[in-house]
């Protein structure tokens, strides 16, 4: 088992910045791929970030590509999102998830450990 905790979530202004961390406790958290999705009211669990276990690898969804940095830091059990120049469409539930899926890039059907969330909301 892997155990994920999301901290960071808030209210900021567009075009603000916000970093979001999920601590990771459990079954060898530091050889997972970790990822963050995030989840708008009435909207299906969107891809936002990932990054392999190793932490050199990192994909993007179009979306916040150039906004947002995704990095870990092992030694700590740590995932972080750095989110700069956010606007108003990013508003939603940020999640951070953990596989062992050998694929390159997992989907979010891979991902079989899921934390509880944080909320962040943009205003205009």
């Known amino acids: 088992q892997v155990q994920l905790v999301e901290s960071g979530g808030g209210l900021v202004q567009a075009g603000g910045s916000l970093r979001l961390s999920c601590a990771a406790s459990?079954?060898?958290?530091?050889?997972?791929?970790m990822g963050w999705f995030r989840q708008a009211p009435g909207k299906e669990r969107e891809f936002v970030a990932a990054?392999?276990?190793?932490?050199?690898?990192?994909t993007y969804a179009d979306s916040v590509k150039g906004r947002f940095t995704i990095s870990r830091d092992n030694a700590k059990n740590t995932l972080f999102l750095q989110m700069n120049s956010l606007k108003p469409e990013d508003t939603a539930v940020y999640l951070c998830?953990?596989?062992?899926?050998?694929?390159?890039?997992?989907?979010?059907?891979?991902?079989?450990?899921w934390g509880k969330g944080t909320q962040v909301t943009v205003s205009s």
């Open positions: 998830a953990a596989t062992f899926s050998a694929k390159t890039w997992p989907t979010v059907k891979d991902y079989g450990y």
């Open positions: 459990g079954r060898a958290s530091s050889s997972a791929g």
């Open positions: 990054i392999n276990w190793s932490g050199r690898s990192t």
